[in-house]
């Protein structure tokens, strides 16, 4: 890195290190993050069937709606008629008694907006009935409206909870890992200031091209930052303590670690970079998005911790390291009996065994896929219980399950022409006009198969199957959008998947210069995302109860977990290069895993500990990412890059760098 010496300088440190943090606060304060308001339609894949409902509905006269479905449940026995008097003049609009006589319903439309808006009126709704429910009645509001409102409320106060609950994690990490009271804040600061400023340029840029965002993207977006950047300044450290040990001068230790960091910290910045970028040709708006902004935020933690970082920690003195602190002659930690080094001769000495029983562990792991089901109901989407979960719960043991989310179909063809066409399908239950005007028609259809069934989508199917020669007409709602997007997540995952492993192969093939070398990491992270999978898997169903996994998290999985995982690999596999030049192929790899295990190993644990802390937002697919990626990043620092890797490259020798020369 040609900046090193001037970035690391004693006159010039100080100017890159002050210079960028105060530009970012100064970004973060003035112009802050870009306003935006979020549209269920974001979250649909193009030119879909239901999107194309969505956009129908816009054309009916009046103001767009959600249904909300108002539940009234006798507490004992069955609704008496007093209680059924009140609930009539309470109630708005045509009620529905349940056969065994214990509830009724009826369905009230909320006037269209956004989740804030729609949630401030269902929360309304609610106070309102509870106050006039009558005595030994209870009542609760689910329906899609009533689901919405709650899925809103996720993110409530989440960012903050997102960002403590994330800086506490690597806090604690980084004071176990340096053993220091003092050095651990340096980075933490410095790295939380790229946090808050690639959430803004992030915002910003999404704005300026027309996409939307959510509190998902900006909480994926921040744990990237965290993770990547914290990586990165651990990577970092590591090696100007150990450079401090053989340098007496703390700038030119600082110079001479930069320079040998870089190479694998701007590696690692651009495969993710292009890796997260091939989001961008999904279907799905919002997919596009995350694919932009975690591209602006790996540049964003990069260029801090190539930056900023080196250039704040050789201000200060050796003693930042205290109690620890390296002296100018001290033993090298590549010359270290350390665990790791320990590791290195286990793996020398058995290199056949290690390779064998590591993939076996894999294959084992994997296997947890054949049970694996894919698509989640929208009333599954929360880890929390709240009140929409419970009353919808509460009407399908009284009703037909499809009445919670009735299927919409939404066309410019008469009543006269749509309705025989709709009700004469196999598994619809009823079918009644909801709005109708401009040449514009709805019908709420109610399906007899439970929600998120396999029977539920192929009713929906024969549905569209029914009503394909009328023009202008699509088929949407919850049910239909489920199937829509299992479409486009199957889509994305075949057009997507293999150009990640193209990017992610090309930039290891760059780097290193050789083929065999990247093409065995490549094939070893993919087997760690598999195996991560269907460990996952078991986890889900064993003790979280899960029934199935959200069908865009294997895409979104795979995609941080090879350009994260291969980061990791391409740390090991530079330094095993460098050291290759001196003590040869196998001997160089085996010092660098003792140099750079302990660190990795950190790094590794820190990453899978941030990316878990997704898990303090109550959405199920945002804690199934956090899982599957923390255990796919502890397996792959601590069994493939500690014992596969080193054990292929001990057996191959000058052939793992082919058709380069060591």
């Given amino acids: 890195m040609a900046l090193a010496p001037i970035i690391t300088g004693r006159r010039t440190a100080w100017l890159f290190a002050l210079l960028p943090i105060l530009l970012a606060v100064a970004l973060i ?38 249904a909300a479905i108002v539940l009234w449940t006798a507490d004992f026995g069955k609704l008496s008629e007093t209680a059924l008097g009140e609930i009539e003049d309470q109630a708005e609009g045509e009620l529905i008694p349940s056969k065994d006589g214990t509830a009724v319903f009826t369905v009230i439309p909320i006037e269209g907006g956004n989740a804030d808006d729609i949630g401030e009126k269902v929360d309304a709704l609610r106070e309102d009935l509870r106050a006039d429910a009558p005595d030994g009645v209870s009542v609760g509001v689910t329906g899609p409206a009533g689901i919405r409102a709650d899925l809103g409320k996720v993110f409530d106060g989440a960012d903050m909870r997102l960002l403590l609950a994330t800086m506490l994690i690597v806090a604690v990490l980084l004071v176990i890992t340096y053993r220091s009271p003092i050095l651990w804040v340096i980075p933490l600061v410095v790295v939380g200031v790229a946090d808050r400023f690639a959430v803004v340029a992030a915002t910003q840029t999404l704005d300026a091209v027309g996409l939307p965002w959510d509190g998902t993207t900006t909480g994926v977006l921040s744990v990237l930052v965290f993770g990547a950047g914290t990586d990165y300044a651990l990577l970092l450290i590591s090696r100007y303590r150990d450079e401090l040990r053989s340098t007496e001068s703390r700038h030119a230790a600082m110079a001479h670690a930069l320079r040998r960091t870089s190479e694998a910290v701007i590696g690692s910045a651009l495969t993710v970079f292009l890796a997260v970028l091939a989001l961008v040709l999904s279907v799905v708006p919002s997919t596009r998005a995350l694919g932009v902004a975690c591209a602006v935020g790996i540049v964003v933690a990069a260029t801090f911790a190539l930056v900023v970082l080196p250039a704040t920690l050789v201000l200060f003195g050796r003693w930042v390291f205290w109690p620890k602190v390296p002296h100018h002659g001290d033993q090298a930690a590549v010359d270290s009996d350390s665990f790791f080094h320990k590791v290195g001769q286990l793996v020398s000495r058995r290199p056949r065994a290690v390779l064998v029983s590591t993939i076996l562990l894999l294959a084992v792991l994997a296997s947890g896929l054949a049970g694996a089901r894919f698509g989640l109901d929208e009333a599954d989407q929360l880890l929390d219980r709240p009140e929409a979960v419970t009353a919808g719960e509460r009407l399908a043991e009284s009703y037909p399950a499809g009445n919670l989310e009735p299927t919409q179909v939404v066309t410019k063809a008469s009543e006269d022409e749509i309705m025989p066409l709709v009700s004469g399908v196999g598994g619809v239950e009823s079918a009644r006009v909801t709005a109708s005007g401009a040449g514009v028609t709805q019908l709420d259809v109610v399906l007899t198969a439970e929600p998120g069934s396999e029977e539920a989508r192929s009713t929906v199917e024969d549905i569209r199957d029914a009503v394909a020669d009328l023009p202008s007409t699509y088929v949407g709602g919850t049910e ?13 995952m075949l057009l997507i998947l293999p150009i990640i492993l193209g990017m992610v192969l090309l930039g290891l093939v760059i780097i290193l210069r050789s083929l065999l070398g990247p093409v065995l990491l490549v094939l070893s992270v993919v087997g760690t995302y598999v195996a991560a999978l269907g460990a996952s898997w078991w986890i889900f169903t064993g003790v979280f109860g899960f029934e199935a996994i959200d069908v865009k998290i294997p895409l979104f999985a795979f995609l941080f977990l090879v350009a994260l995982g291969v980061d990791y690999n391409l740390f090991l596999v530079t330094r095993a290069r460098e050291e290759a030049e001196a003590h040869g192929s196998r001997e160089g790899m085996l010092r660098a895993l003792t140099v750079t295990g302990g660190v990795i190993t950190s790094a590794g644990i820190l990453l899978a500990a941030v990316f878990a802390v997704l898990g303090v937002l109550p959405l199920v697919a945002l804690a199934q990412l956090g899982t599957i990626i923390c255990v796919g990043v502890l397996l792959d620092t601590l069994v493939v890059r500690t014992m596969l890797v080193p054990a292929m490259a001990v057996l191959l020798g000058d052939r793992f760098w082919w058709p380069r020369r060591v």
């Fill in 29 to 66: 304060g003035g112009v802050g993050e870009a306003e935006h308001a979020t549209d269920s339609r974001d979250n649909l894949p193009e030119n879909a069937d239901s999107t194309s409902a969505a956009y129908l509905l816009d054309e009916l006269p009046d103001e767009a709606t959600e």
């Fill in 480 to 492: 239909a959008e489920s199937l829509d997007a299992r479409t486009a997540a199957a889509r994305d």
